[in-house]
T-cell receptor, first 116, second 112 residues
């Protein structure tokens, strides 16, 4: 397996534009996570899915953020409208189970988003 | 509140030297603690996981320790190499939540 695949690797957009980040999890993994990483706050969990169903979206900063998982092999994180403070690296991760079950989350290489 | 504190925030050492990174947590009840290595421009990769009954676990030149009584863990790197330059993130699971608690990481730079 090629691991978790994210696209694009880099995205530069103007404030107010819609941004869509994409993720392909590892085949067979039932859990998918979206994280945001900044220098100030480190890694923060935004939302996670189990079997394509959103389980906890309490980390989503506001209504401008939305995530979907239409099938087991694809997920999107959308920001509309984007703002400069959304600039960060966004990671997608997948795993066979939750962290409490000692299962490892495998991370993609991230999407570096810059909103100008 | 579940918290994970890592120290130092950053560290610079010479190639070949040893170093130790610290992780203190308040997560309770405790399930496990995982150390991740994150190279620049890449996603985190797991180095090791510690469960309640484990005190020490090694992965090559990396040795993790856990003291569940004092809620502390350390990651010791022996004979550092340039490729060890990275951010090391401590992640603790438990606390009555399926969502683990992340430390903000220690940035390690190894100079030749």
């Amino acid at each position: 397996d090629a691991g978790v695949i994210q696209s694009p690797r880099h995205e530069v957009t103007e404030m107010g534009q819609e941004v869509t980040l994409r993720c392909k999890p590892i085949s067979g993994h039932d859990y998918l996570f979206w994280y945001r990483q900044t220098m100030m706050r480190g890694l923060e969990l935004l939302i996670y899915f189990n079997n394509n169903v959103p389980i906890d979206d309490s980390g989503m900063p506001e209504d401008r953020f939305s995530a979907k998982m239409p099938n087991a092999s694809f997920s999107t994180l959308k920001i509309q409208p984007s703002e400069p403070r959304d600039s960060a690296v966004y990671f997608c991760a997948s795993s066979l189970g939750v962290a409490e079950e000692n299962t490892e989350a495998f991370f993609g290489q991230g999407t570096r988003l810059t909103v100008v | 509140k579940n918290q994970v504190e890592q120290s130092p925030q950053s560290l610079i050492i010479l190639e070949g030297k040893n170093c130790t990174l610290q992780c203190n947590y308040t997560v309770s009840p405790f399930s496990n603690l995982r150390w991740y290595k994150q190279d620049t421009g890449r996603g985190p990769v797991s180095l090791t996981i510690m469960t309640f009954s484990e005190n020490t676990k090694s992965n090559g030149r990396y040795t993790a320790t856990l003291d569940a009584d004092t809620k502390q863990s350390s990651l010791h790197i022996t004979a550092s190499q340039l490729s060890d330059s990275a951010s090391y993130i401590c992640v603790v699971s438990g606390g009555g939540s399926y969502i683990p608690t992340f430390g903000r990481g220690t940035s390690l730079i190894v100079h030749p």
